[in-house]
């Protein structure tokens, strides 16, 4: 019996040990650029080419899950949900000639892009979605881009627990790939605030940690280094790959 | 210029038969890469589970459908405690500090897929394993590429690609093997089987296991919808990857019992050194 318990005992500290050098590998700051360089090989091959598959209607999740920090409580967003988002505005600025500040009203009348596509959680799981709302590319062309403008970096409503701000960014071939939305309507009806009303981007050729949701503004910069942590999203403040179409 | 010239001085190479004659087996491009790639899967398969673990189960679907799940790893709360459990084809199982709630990697228990154990990092870390899961998925592709390149040049590969003048020699081996036979049947640098066997890791497997994962990728699949489909779609491709990974673990199984019972020095020092005793039956050729 003793001999067991030894023998038991021996496993569990060689399994602790396992844990022990994989945790330490991966907290070790030398390898980290050596393994970054594989998010280069990964956009320099996969990039954004093609198009994400549609489906049919018959294929959409009805009950699309949220995956998010909670929605919004700070007060300014409970109180676009109070006036039904009549009281929503979308400023378009950063490296433009034609700062703009839209309407939902405005939005909604550019709104002709119809998609029903998948998203793929970074998690694993995918869901499929019918999604209306305005191409990226063309609603871009309204506040005319500077030739310097290489990114497009949205900011959001939502905070995390310790008060930072959720924002993403797309690099402009992202971000005039036809297929790239901000979404205002999901399976028929406009996005609730769950899903990240009144405005949030689909993007379907990257994972959905790009699609940010409750989008506040949106700002064309030429590098992110000086947002926030510096690597041009939340998710990828928190240590996530910047191209996200793997 | 002799095909098994290495850094040091050449050594004869032998006809079949030639029992007991030491030649040198595995050029340095080979065992280097053997290395490489064993380091690689290694990795590949721990930080593997831990990205699993995100989502701890699997569906036969194009999308996410709890309806066609064939496996699922859950920690429960029960009035006895947590408990772990895992859904095979719907069947349940009680698999409590081994599987859906166990070992966290950091000394305590959670509800989580793999354990702490198996999985690179210990702890739940998905941003993490993914980091390690490309950059060795580059580490394997690379390092393949590098023996296919060399061994099509060398000639490595004509002596390793099982041929249809193999077949008939299939069975004897096996049954060698199973000691139902006294001799193996004559064979070149491999046998039979191990030509069968590096054949379908290297030209179904390898292949099977790199496109299922890149499947996973939404980008990937803007330029490869007919692959997605091929394979019943994103989730299914998921589940494909999974038991690509199950198929692995059991060629390194099966692998490693053969190094250990047809002579584990020889063949250590074959794949370290390179230098290897020909044993009866065996030659150097295809």
Redesign the interface.
Known sequence: MKRKVFVASSIAAA??G???I??G???WQPA?P??????T??QAI????????LYRPG?V?LDYPVNSLDTPHQPEYLSLIESDFTTYRLPVGGLVDHPQTFTLRQLRALATLDQIT?H?????????GAWRGLSLGSFLKLVRPKPEARYVVFYSYDHDQSGQQFYGSLNMAQAVHPQTMLALDLNGKPIDAAHGAPVRLRV????GYKSTKWIRNIALVSNFKDIFGGQGGY?ED????WY??? | MDATAGSSAPLPRARSSEAGVVVRRHSLVTRTTHWVVFIAMIVLT?SGLQ??N??PYLDAS???DPARRVLSLDGRTTPAGSVGVTTILGHELTTTHLLGYT?D???GETARGF?????????Q????G???H??F??VLVLAGAVYLIWGIGRGELSLLILRPSDLPKLWPMQAYYLRLRKEPPDHGKYNPLQKAGYTLVLFVLTPFVIVTG?V??????????PI?WLLGG??FA?TWHFVAMLAFIGFFFGHVFLVVATGFVNNMRSMILGTYRLGKHEGTGP
Do not use: H
């Open positions: 399994l602790a396992c844990a022990k994989t945790n590998l991966n907290e980290q050596i393994l970054n360089s594989a998010e090989l990964n996969i990039g954004t080419r093609g198009t994400a598959r294929d999740t998948r793929d959680c970074v998690e694993g799981w995918s869901v499929v379907p050729t990257q994972l998710w928190a240590g996530y790959a996200a179409g793997i | 721990m990205i699993f995100a989502a194009d999308k996410s070992d990697g950091q000394g354990p702490g154990w198996i999985t690179f990092p210990g702890y870390d998905l941003a993490g993914r980091r390690w490309f950059f998925g580059w890149l996973l990728a939404p980008g990937f699949d803007a330029v490869a919808q997605v994103r989730q998921r």
